[in-house]
């Protein structure tokens, strides 16, 4: 599919559940392949991400941003992200929902793990979550509901981060579980230009991917 593909168009973008599956797609492609989502990572999100963070409050290089929740995928760019930029990330995750070890080991002291989410977002300049049970985890979603009691994103765990901090989700969010509609309708809460930027991030990439080409 992919010899096929790359005879026809410029770019490929894929969303799949497997991130073998676009390593793999990669491999056989002539022209760039973008990864819009797997299992493991989401880095065409963070793209969006930084620019919005940027935009609210200026660089991001030596502020503290703090994970609440899964260790999941976005979790993983984020933490590529903080290596990249050079911010700290705390990632405060329920015990058995870290994140990938290669990729907390890749981060070094970019990444500090932890479980309480008081400590992940206390003087943070950002806070940021996700939902509990992510695409192809339908199956745990009960089980997943119970382990993440406590981590929700409420306005007294925002009251911990700096009084400027932003608040960050990719969406979409199930309101008053990983968050609170308090805070992610609230006055912090970057959501929707963050959603926006989804839209001028990959206008960007694509712009660079294809001016790239030969
Ligand atoms: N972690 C979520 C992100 C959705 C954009 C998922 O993979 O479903």
Known sequence: MA??????????????NSHA?????ARHSRVPVVNALTDFHHPCQLLADIQTYIEARGDIAGRVVGWVGDGNNVCH?????????????RVAT?????????ITKACGASVALLNDPREAVRAADAVVTDTWASMGQEAE????MKDFAGYTVDQSLMALAH???IFLHCLPAYRDYEVAREVIDGPQSV???EAENRLHAQKALLE????AMP
């Open 3 to 16: 010899r096929v593909m790359s005879r026809m168009v410029d770019v490929v973008v894929i969303r799949a």
């Open 21 to 25: 599956t676009v390593e793999r797609f």
């Open 77 to 89: 760019s984020w933490m590529q992200a903080a290596r990249q930029f050079g911010f700290t990330l």
């Open 94 to 102: 329920p015990k058995g929902y870290e994140p990938n070890p290669d």
């Open 141 to 144: 979603k009960t089980q997943r």
């Open 163 to 165: 009084r400027d901090a």
């Open 191 to 193: 959501v929707w230009d």
């Open 208 to 211: 660079l991917l294809l001016g």
